[in-house]
């Protein structure tokens, strides 16, 4: 017969259970990744990004499958905020778009670009975006649709245009051009 001595049973069952404790934390850290490499791996197909660094940046800037569609638009939506401010039109113009582009009402990406219209992101935001949109060009991925610098350029011009100027003078503004010039350079260099 087995003696059972109260210390000794009691530090073995807090023993079990941190172990236990400990199991399901690993386990949970183990999902976690798996979902994380998942996700890169759709990125990387959607994208034609096979830099680790790139895709990273992706992450860090919260793109995930269910936004990566926004990217093209971060340049436009740059545009818009140039002035300090989204216009009526400019939104209604972003919006158009986003549609054209396959993003649905009410999808985690129309509801990003919903907070990116209410609220300027970042300067570091729309450079890392550029950048990414560059190498994205760059890539030979069939992915990427129609994707071009050109036609980023003209959808960020017809931002700029849509709520400037009287009788059509002035229609851009100097911030403007400013901003889609930095934003050419960017997309069309190598």
């Not at 986003?98 to 729309?126: K, N, Q």
Request: hydrophobic residues 40%; contains cysteine.
């Amino acid at each position: 017969m087995t003696e059972h001595d109260g210390i000794t049973d009691n530090a073995r069952a807090r023993e079990e259970d941190y172990f236990r404790k400990r199991d399901r934390e690993l386990i949970e850290r183990m999902r976690q990744a798996s979902g994380a490499d998942a996700m890169r791996r759709q990125l990387e197909a959607t994208t034609g990004l096979h830099d680790p660094a790139l895709l990273r940046d992706l992450e860090e800037l919260g793109f995930t499958p269910a936004t990566i569609g926004l990217l093209p638009l971060v340049p436009i939506v740059q545009v818009a905020w140039a002035e300090g401010g989204v216009s009526n039109a400019e939104r209604k113009l972003l919006v158009q778009l986003a549609r054209a582009r396959g993003i649905e009402p009410g999808s985690a990406a129309d509801l990003r670009l919903a907070e990116w219209m209410d609220r300027r992101p970042g300067a570091d935001v729309f450079a890392r975006a550029t950048r990414l949109i560059r190498a994205m060009l760059d890539s030979p991925s069939e992915e990427r649709g129609d994707l071009s610098a050109d036609d980023l350029i003209k959808y960020c011009e017809s931002i700029a245009a849509a709520s400037g100027g009287i009788l059509g003078l002035g229609r851009i503004s100097a911030e403007e051009r400013a901003t889609l010039a930095q934003i050419a350079s960017a997309l069309k260099s190598k």
